[in-house]
C-alpha cells in the first residue's frame, strides 16, 4: 500500500490537476476570510470551504491514470488496493490544505468573539478549527468517493451529483460538518471554544464506509 500511495501522490503532482481544487480553495478564502476578523468564524468559514475541494480532489485521483496503467495497476495490486490508494491520496491532499488554511487563519485573525468584546484562546481555537477542517474534509472525500468511478462512470452524472452532495453535508442540521461548523460559528459569539469529538468521530465512519463501498465496488467491476 506504501507503494502504491506514492505512486498515486507522484501522479497527482505530476499531473498538476491538483491546481484548480487549489485556486478554489484560496479564492474561497481571499473572499471570506479578512484579516483582523474573529478567528471562530474564520475556521468555519475555511472549514466550510474545504469540503467541495476535498470532493474535487477526489475525483481528480480517481480519474488521474489513463485506463491502460489503471487496469496494469490494478493487475498487479488489485482494483480496491488502487482505489483506495488514490482516495487516500486526495484525503491526504486535503488534510494538507486544511492544516495550510488553519495556520493561515491562525495568524492573520483576531482572537476574540464576533463583538471583538471577548478573548478567546488561541491554541483551543485553532485545535478546533483543525477538527472542523477534518471533519469537512472527511465528508468531502465521502462525497468524492461516492460520486465518482467506480458507482458513477460519466462525468454528466458524477459531477451534478458531487455538487447536489454538498449542500446537504454544509446545511443539513443532522450533518457533522453542519455540526462542525455551526459549532464554531456559535462559540464566536459565547467565547466558549468547542470540544466535542462527536463530529470527528462520525465523519470519520461515514467516510469509512462510503469509501469501504467504493472499493468493494472496484474490486468487482475490476
Not at 146 to 154: I, W
Request: glycine residues 8%.
Amino acid at each position: 500500500m506504501t507503494a502504491l500511495l506514492r505512486y498515486q501522490a507522484a501522479l497527482l503532482l505530476r499531473s498538476h490537476r491538483w491546481l484548480p481544487p487549489l485556486i478554489l480553495y484560496g479564492v474561497l478564502l481571499v473572499v471570506g476570510v479578512r484579516v483582523n476578523e474573529p478567528v471562530l468564524d474564520s475556521f468555519g468559514y475555511a472549514a466550510a470551504a474545504l469540503l467541495p475541494v476535498a470532493a474535487w480532489l477526489v475525483r481528480v485521483c480517481v480519474t488521474n491514470e489513463p485506463p491502460a496503467a489503471r487496469d496494469c495497476a490494478a493487475a498487479a495490486a488489485g482494483p480496491w488496493r488502487v482505489h483506495l490508494a488514490a482516495v487516500l491520496t486526495a484525503l491526504g491532499a486535503s488534510a494538507l490544505l486544511a492544516a495550510l488554511g488553519t495556520a493561515v487563519i491562525a495568524a492573520i485573525s483576531d482572537p476574540r468573539t464576533a463583538d471583538h468584546q471577548s478573548h478567546v484562546p488561541l491554541g483551543p481555537a485553532t485545535a478546533a478549527g483543525v477538527v472542523a477542517a477534518l471533519v469537512c474534509a472527511l465528508l468531502g472525500t465521502a462525497v468524492g468517493a461516492l460520486c465518482n468511478r467506480p458507482l458513477l462512470r460519466s462525468t454528466a452524472w458524477a459531477v451534478p451529483a458531487t455538487v447536489l452532495a454538498v449542500f446537504p453535508l454544509l446545511f443539513a442540521g443532522a450533518s457533522p460538518a453542519h455540526a462542525a461548523v455551526t459549532g464554531l460559528v456559535t462559540a464566536s459569539r459565547t467565547g466558549a471554544v468547542p470540544g466535542s469529538p462527536l463530529p470527528l468521530a462520525a465523519a470519520a465512519v461515514l467516510t469509512a464506509g462510503s469509501v469501504a463501498v467504493a472499493c468493494a465496488v472496484s474490486n468487482r467491476r475490476g
